[in-house]
């Protein structure tokens, strides 16, 4: 009887750990898991070879213990001459020779008219702070896609083509899963995921100014009906722009934030060579209607180092595409929203950290989810057992460099249009154009529906383990195109809370 009981006391608790094992990866996620999802994540588990950690990974949430090793950031110093090596011969965008076009005999090309960057666009450009100890820098989308090889339904596609900014957007046709796979094993940490060379110059002025705002305190109305005249913060060209109530009864947020002080003192920000960084950002304008524009920046690293728990690191992935986007309302920023994970938090404009009128954002270590304050950030698991840091470290001024684009998103057509079609790419050239401060910028990549990384690593994989739900490797992400550039709200999905206040204990999920 005593043996009895101890067995069942056993199997009691065993019990319990594998209901929470297999309960709190559920609740914590905050992303969706449809029937697809979960079939796909039954595929994955039957890739490792081993019944008991098929076991382990059903019913415990414990997969791949055996691969369980120590993933620094680096594998040691590198030497400079190598990761020069790697370097690409030219830095410019521009290639060597621009392909001829003949423009009496192309229609769409006959009715493109470039457009310049507003001058409210630069104005209000966001200044980027990345982190003191960073391993991996801003990476120029070019060089990444030299050092990658098209997949295809997780095999390498027999192809004599080179893959280019140009060209990439023809790999939409094949019906399968295609991702860019890394030529190199990221264990080894190749020097090109680093892009030491692409560090930001040091930027003038030292700490940020006095016009830092601090985390209020106190309960603070987030609500934007109740504060703005307008509806900016939810509008498209289906929704157009409507006033909420009489303008003459309240001023613009941007004046009450304001002490008199600040009211008079001019604090402008020309900027100059200093913060720039040789891998190029990417602007994309989109004219939502009613005086409403989006500038959407984008910010390209080859690499994504994830966090770490209890010494253990997960989320690692090649690629990684974060953002951030300030909306206007007749050439007046009104909101900005800053891309972490697999959301965001949207802010009122006035809100948010300033040097001089440009907005500060702080971009944290390894994962470069994108912040509003220099602190620590926990996310998705309690205690703050997962955390992103961020700090004032080499700010990166994107307007120095980037690819410049305006994009329509009602000009876009799905694959049954397409069909009718012969050229896909003249039909796909009409909804993204380059600027005019650019007007050579490729616009193929841009359309590439595949994925910018590595597909999840199976179980089998010795560098892959996943524990409660969480990957030591993930999927690389898709490009900007499939960020909702056509959102009506200032985040991502449908559901957006817009802060007005800097409230480090806030969390978009």
Not at 80 to 95: G, H, I, V
Not at 106 to 119: S, T
Not at 307 to 317: A, D, E, L, M, S
Not at 324 to 333: A, D, L, Q, S, T
Request: glycine letters at 6%.
């Amino acid at each position: 009887m005593y043996w009895l009981r101890r067995f069942v006391i056993l199997l009691t608790f065993l019990l319990i750990i594998s209901f929470g094992a297999w309960i709190v990866p559920r609740v914590l996620d905050p992303t969706t898991r449809g029937p697809e999802k979960r079939a796909r994540d039954r595929r994955w588990v039957d890739t490792s070879p081993y019944f008991w950690d098929r076991q382990a990974c059903r019913w415990i949430g414990v997969c791949g213990l055996h691969h369980l090793r120590s993933d620094p950031a680096t594998r040691g110093n590198l030497d400079d001459d190598e990761w020069k090596d790697l370097k690409r011969r030219a830095l410019r965008w521009e290639p060597d020779e621009l392909p001829r076009q003949d423009h009496k005999r192309n229609i769409h090309q006959r009715r493109k008219i470039l457009r310049g960057v507003p001058d409210y666009v630069t104005k209000y450009a966001p200044l980027v702070h990345l982190y003191s100890g960073e391993e991996f820098w801003p990476s120029d989308i070019r060089e990444h896609v030299e050092h990658m090889t098209v997949y295809v339904d997780d095999e390498p596609l027999n192809s004599t083509t080179k893959w280019t900014l140009d060209n990439l957007h023809l790999l939409n046709e094949h019906a399968g899963k295609v991702t860019l796979h890394s030529n190199d094993d990221v264990e080894e940490r190749p020097g090109w995921l680093h892009s030491h060379d692409n560090i930001p110059n040091k930027f003038p002025g030292g700490e940020v100014g006095d016009d830092a705002p601090s985390p209020r305190k106190g309960k603070q109305l987030n609500s934007p009906e109740l504060r703005e005249p307008t509806s900016w913060y939810d509008v498209n060209k289906k929704i157009p722009l409507h006033r909420i109530d009489d303008p003459r009864r309240r001023k613009f947020q941007h004046d009450a934030y304001l002490t008199p002080e600040k009211k008079i003192a001019v604090r402008g920000h020309k900027p100059d060579a200093s913060g720039y960084s040789s891998a190029p950002a990417v602007l994309v304008m989109v004219d939502k209607g009613s005086g409403v524009l989006d500038a959407f920046w984008f910010f390209f690293y080859s690499y994504n180092l994830g966090q770490t728990v209890f010494n253990i690191r997960f989320g690692n992935h090649v690629g990684d595409w974060e953002h951030c986007m300030v909306r206007f309302e007749n050439g007046v920023p009104r909101g900005i929203f800053f891309s972490e994970h697999e959301g965001g938090q949207a802010y009122a404009f006035d809100a948010v950290e300033k040097r001089g009128d440009r907005p500060v954002i702080y971009s944290a270590v390894g994962s470069h989810a994108m912040y509003a304050l220099p602190s620590t950030h926990p996310y998705v698991l309690p205690f703050s057992i997962l955390k992103d840091e961020t700090d004032r470290g080499p700010l990166w001024d994107p307007s120095l460099n980037n690819y410049a684009y305006h994009y329509d998103y009602t000009k876009d057509f799905g694959d049954d249009d397409i069909d009718q079609f012969e050229d896909e790419e003249e039909v796909e050239s009409e909804s993204l154009v380059p600027a005019a401060t650019n007007p050579h910028a490729p616009t193929s990549w841009f359309h590439f529906r595949g994925r910018w990384g590595d597909e999840l690593y199976s179980l089998a994989d010795p560098r892959q383990w996943r524990l409660f739900g969480q990957y030591h490797y993930v999927t690389g992400p898709d490009g900007p195109k499939f960020k909702t550039l056509d959102r009506e709200k200032m985040c991502q999905g449908q559901k957006c809370k817009i802060l007005y206040d800097l409230d480090p204990k806030t969390t978009w999920y």
